[in-house]
Structure formats: C-alpha cells, structure tokens
C-alpha cells in the first residue's frame, strides 16, 4: 500500500497534482485510522489541526533559544564556585554530548514522522502506550510550573533598577504575563517571528560576552592584565566540596570528586529545554527539511556558546572570587560574567547584562507558555487528556492549553508573600527531574526505532532523511549517564547533617511519581511494549511523504520563477548561505 502510495505521489508530482493525492489519501489515511485508533485523526479534524507556520529558521532559532538561558549567564557562577574551571569545562562538555545525542535521536525519529502528540506520541508508537502515559504527563507537569518560575525571575532581575520597596513585584509578573499570554494567542507564524529575533539577539549577545572574556583574558580590558590560565594554577582548576549550610567540607581528592558530581548535576539543568524544539515539528513546514538542519546545528552551537563560554569564565573569574562566593539571586550581580567585567573594570555593562539576562526570561517564559499549550494538545490528541484541550482557534491555537498555562502562571504571585515563596520554591524543585526523564524517554525511542528499522527490513542509511550519528552505542551511553544523574540528582543531601528530607522529597518525587503512573496505566490498560517486527512504521509516513513532495513544488516552482525574472538569489538564499550556520 505505501508502496503505491508512493509511486502515485511521484506521478502526480511530475504532473503537478500533488494537492490532490495528498487530500485524497488524507481521506483515505483517516478511514483506515478510525478503525484502528479513533483518537488519533482528531490532529486533522477542522477544529483541532495546528497550522505549519514555522520555516526552518524559526525551527533553528528555538533549538538554540530553548538552551540559552539564566543557567547559562547565572547557573555558571554556582557551577564554577563549587568545582572550579576544569571541573565545569569537562562535566559541561560530558553533558552536551548527551544533549547532542538527545537532539539527534529526537531528529531521526521526528523527520521520519514528525507527530502532533509530541514526545507522548512517540512512545506510543514505537514504545509502548504507557510509557507515553507518563513520559506526556511529567513533561506536561514541567511546563505547567515553569512559566510562573521564569515570571518571577524576570520580577527579580527588573529589582536590579526598582526595588520591591518602590514597586511590588507582581506588578511586573503581571506586565509580563500579558504580552506572553499575548504572543500565544496570536498564532504560530507571529510566535515563530518573535522566537526567532529574541533568540538572535540571545545568540548575539552570547558571542559578544564570549568576545569580551577573551579580550579580559588576553589583557585587552582597562587594566590591561594579562590573565591567561591563572587561576587554573592558583587557587587552581578544580574545587573541593564544601557546604556551608552543614558546615561540611570535604577536602582532597574525594572533595574534588565529589564537588564534580555536583555541578554535573548544575550542567543537566543548564542544557534544559534544548530538547522543547521538538514540539515544534508538527507545525514545521518541509521537517525533513528543517529538522535535520536544526539538529546538526546544535553540535556546533553547543561548542561555541557553552563550551568556549565555560572556557573563557575560568580564566577570568577565580572559583574563590568574593563577588563569586556571595553572589545570590537572579540579576546581574550573581552572573559570572558580570563578575569579570567588573573585576576588569569595564563600566556600565553590569546593566547592560542585566538586561539582556531579562531578554532571556522573557523569551524562556514565552516558549515555556507554547510547550505548555502544545503538550496538553498532543495528551488530548492521543486520548491520554479531555478532548476539549485538542480544540484550536482559526490560527491554529490551542486555545485551552494556553488557558491552563495562564491559570498556572498564576502561582508565580506566591513569591509576594514570604510563606508562599517558599512553597513555590518546593514547586520548583519538584519538576526539576521532569526534563532528565523527557531526556531518557527520547533516547529509549530512538533505541527501538532503530531496532523496530532493523527487524522490518528499513535501511537507516537509505531510507531515512536524517540518520543520528554514533549509533547504536551513542544512545546508549547518553541513556546510562541521564539515568545515572537522575538518581544522583540531589545526592548532597545525603552528605552531613541535618538531614534535609524537604530537599530529598521535592528533589526526587517526580521519579516514583513517573514510575507509578507507567505502572498503573500499563497493568489497567494491559499494555505491553511492542516488539520492533510490531512496531508501526507505516500509517502516517505516505501523508508526510506527500507534504514534503507539495513543499518541495512549491519552492521547485518559486525558484524557477526568480530564474524566469533573473533574480535566482531571494533573500531566503543569502539567509542560508551567510546567516544561516549561526541564526
């Protein structure tokens, strides 16, 4: 059948009747589902469709965007005080590793058949039904909390210039919840555009920080201190573990190790939310096209921003630096980066950075706000949530999943009162462990998608139009250090005493939480994990097939078009062949 599908889409392809295969066959497609699993056309039914609004770029720009954050230009400071330059630089290289074979596994995956249901989606088909179960909720429960986090941190980091004392932080949080609110109400394609210029000015200002600490480490600044690798000598490259809350410190080689166990911990949560670009593809034009350019683009990009920024941060700031040691909060003054300007006296960028840290709030707390309303859609699609939350607007808006995403934005108004700060900070604490699970759950797909291509005669090489790199051992090995971080998450409180067990049960609860809700719905459901000869590989591909083949004459026709006027260069040909590798 898929077969002649096929052969049929490249007939009416030569002949220019893409748009009629591919609407008879979406009728067919829906007639063959409906018997065998109701729940899943919903994702083409009027009503209920997203729109394919977003263009290579925009995919390009959110990959990039959803890891550029706070714990990039803050979380660093935390990191290098507790372990040092060298500690950080490998524990942060050993993790973007992961994070690459996580993207790439996701992108093979996805430009097979990108789904609208997301990552619940993907389990469901190539794993097992409850593993989407659980994996869509406990991502679901991250972004339900995150986009409060990211209000209140753009309230504190407003603090820089206006005190809580001249102006209450919710007036800002509420400043702040309506353009986002806003931004997601008004559709893909005006959410695609503002992702795509706040991530550039991100990368932006990412390369201009990376350039300043080499220019401070070279002696160009205004004290004209040649700094190189000083501090890697004294105080020295690597820290040893020390707590200040339990007086505890551990010194020597096991102080060291310990120390960077901890902050390979600090390094997951910095690459945190890399992987959101994945909801995205379902409303991606051409994903077998824009897919593959994203995911490669992440190695180079993870090398550039992280690594040469964690590189360039130990020569420049010393782990037992004072304003390093004291530094607390969200702004300016507790950025590492801020700490090396200051300390090379360069004036007025502390708040220059500060706003560019306010920048990339705003933008985490949009996109959070976008995944939020996307994972709801993608539980309803599948059937694992109330059909209503699958209903979308003319633009193609979940309208329902933006709704609960605000009502849970709401929560970001604890923070005013002391007592339900606290609470709010365990609510934090509690879905920290949701994106290693995602992680983990991406990479086990991948895996028996592999194994599913194998036992059914598919040709990764051949076949696919993004085959991941390193395989089959580098999933695996990205697997076995996810999960090795997940239990290790919160080890400290373990270390001294008292026992912090308020820590250790919003530090892990997640876990067994995840590992109930799989249990429960596989034994009430009688689910089992499907053996790759099971594993459909089938139903949906012909449809994308199809899309790709109506995109491809699409753009073969305007391209023949420019020829024909004698401007074969539009600006979408500069954009990829200048701009492109980097925006």
Partial sequence: MVVDMEKSISRASSRGDVNSVLSRHTEDYHL??????????????????????????????????????TGLLIGTGSALAKAGPAAILISYSAIGFVVYMVMCALGEVATFIPLADGFAGYCNRYVDPALG???????????????????????????????????NPGVWITIFLVIIVAVNILGIRFFGEIEFWLSSLKVCTCLGLILVLLIIALGGGPTHDRLGFRYWKSPGAFNHFVDKSKNLNIEGDKGRFVAFVSVLVTAVFAFLGTELCGITFAECQRPRRAIPKAIKLTFYRIV?????????????VAYNDPLLVSAKGSTAAASPFVIAIKNAQIPALDHIINACILLFVLSAANSDMYICSRTIYGLAVAGYAPKFFSKT??????YYGVALSFLFCLLGYMTVSTGAAQVFTYFVNVVSLTGLIAWACILVIHIRFMKACKAQGIDRKRDLAYRS?????????????????ILIKNFTVFLGKPFLYKDFITGYIVLPVFIIMYATFKIYHKTKMFAPHEVDLVTYRDVIDAEEAQYAAEEEERKALREAQGNPRDKEWYYDTFVGWLF
């Fill in 469 to 485: 790199p390193f395989q089959p051992y580098g999933s695996y090995f990205a697997l076995g250090l996810c999960v090795l971080v």
């Fill in 32 to 69: 063959y589902v409906s018997k065998s699993n109701p729940s899943a056309n919903l994702a083409f039914q009027e009503g209920h469709d997203l729109k394919k609004g977003l263009h290579a770029r925009h995919v390009t720009m959110i990959a990039i965007g959803g890891a550029l954050g």
């Fill in 393 to 398: 607007n003319k633009m193609g808006v979940p």
């Fill in 133 to 167: 179960f659980a994996c869509g909720y406990v991502y679901l429960f991250k972004y339900l909390i995150l986009p409060a986090n990211q209000l209140v941190a753009g309230s504190l980091t407003v603090q820089y210039w206006v005190s809580k004392d001249k102006l």
């Fill in 304 to 316: 550039i921003f992280y690594l040469l920024s964690i590189l360039f941060l130990g020569m420049c």
